[in-house]
């Protein structure tokens, strides 16, 4: 085929497409895709392997399987699966409290810890309490589930102190949000 017929083939089939649609309705499409894009996610194909979890001792993490539910002033307390830092239960606050003359930054970490007592996995929000100088006492670095940095808001390696008056950090609570599905 000739530069020539090649050219003339192209206009054709631009010309014959351009008759039998319009600008608006192309627009139309588009703006369908658009507003329908964020919905796919949702869609059941992306749960087709999520079955039930195995909660054996041999799926759990070493932390999982020596976890403990009665001092929340140990490292191995099962709400700190993915803490970092001093905890503030050791701090004059609790474990979901910063203490006094600190304040909990409105940014947080998350991990899934499982509750030994009941074997159910429960979504933890990490949050620093800052404006005091480090407390220092009792400092854990669970690593369980951690991300690269490139996934922040699993990773325990930030301070968190964004949004605070002070960037200075003091210790870390260990928040329960909720059962993890």
Known sequence: MTRMNIDALGEKLLRSFAGRSSRRSFLTKLGATIVAAPAFPLLPVSRANAGQKDRSPEAKT?????????DDTKCDY?????IDGSLCSCCGGGVSSCPAGTEPSPVSWVGTCINPDNGKSYLIAYRDCCGKAGCGQCGCDNTDRETQLYMPQLNN????CFGTSSMEYHCSTAVLVGEAQ
């Open 62 to 70: 070493a932390f999982a399987r020596n976890a403990q539910t009665k």
């Open 78 to 82: 099962w709400r700190y699966c993915a």
């Open 157 to 160: 390696n930030v301070i968190w």
